[in-house]
């Protein structure tokens, strides 16, 4: 698990969304939108979706940052992410940690065998699985995120965006008004 004790800032409810999209592109490298989150957020039997497309995108942008608990588990269960990532604070921010938590039974358990055990102790078990890792080829360096999918970061082709001058927009406004 990621060590947050060296004072570093958590993540903001936005920054964890984000991150999540991130991972989610498809093979085009797109991200869902804020749309297509809150589609997946129907559920059987109710005709509109749980959250808005403006709800998601209020959550994405950062001017909603303080969600209901409904809320949250319903971009959860959207992103197929562990609800408890999107919590405030540093100690939920290791996404990877809380998915290996959320999917593995073996886990739990280990954890709570952790239960009353001294520092030194929880160090040996480190080791040992630090050891076990090298023997299966498996890097010791875990991020706390996941890194998305090979090639889905690379720059897509598309149409090229214009960037207008002020003056520029001004004459396209006033010729839209006027309608030419």
């Known amino acids: 698990m990621e060590d947050t004790s060296d004072g570093l800032e958590p993540s903001s409810l936005s920054t964890k969304l984000l991150a999540l999209l991130r991972l989610r592109r498809d093979s085009d490298g797109f991200t ?10 129907s559920t059987p039997g109710r005709r509109k979706p749980v959250l808005s497309h403006g709800q998601v995108n209020s959550l ?15 971009l959860a269960g959207a992103l197929d992410a562990p609800a408890a990532f999107l919590l405030p604070g540093a100690e939920w921010d290791d996404l990877t940690a809380l998915t290996v938590y959320r999917e593995r039974p073996e886990a739990r358990e280990t954890l709570r065998l952790m239960q009353g055990l001294e520092v030194q ?6 080791i040992w ?14 991020p706390a995120i996941p890194p998305p999918p090979p090639g889905v970061d690379q720059p897509r082709e598309g149409r090229p965006r214009r960037h207008l001058s002020w003056d520029q927009a001004a004459e396209r406004a006033a010729a839209d008004l006027e309608g030419r």
Do not use: F, H, K, M
Request: charged fraction near 20%.
């Open 60 to 74: 994405l942008n950062g001017t909603s940052s303080n969600p209901t608990s409904s809320t949250i588990a319903a």
């Open 32 to 41: 869902p939108s804020a749309r297509d989150v809150a589609q997946v957020t």
């Open 129 to 142: 699985l630090r050891e076990i890792r090298g023997r299966r080829g498996l890097s010791n360096d875990v």
């Open 121 to 126: 102790d929880i160090l040996e078990i480190n």
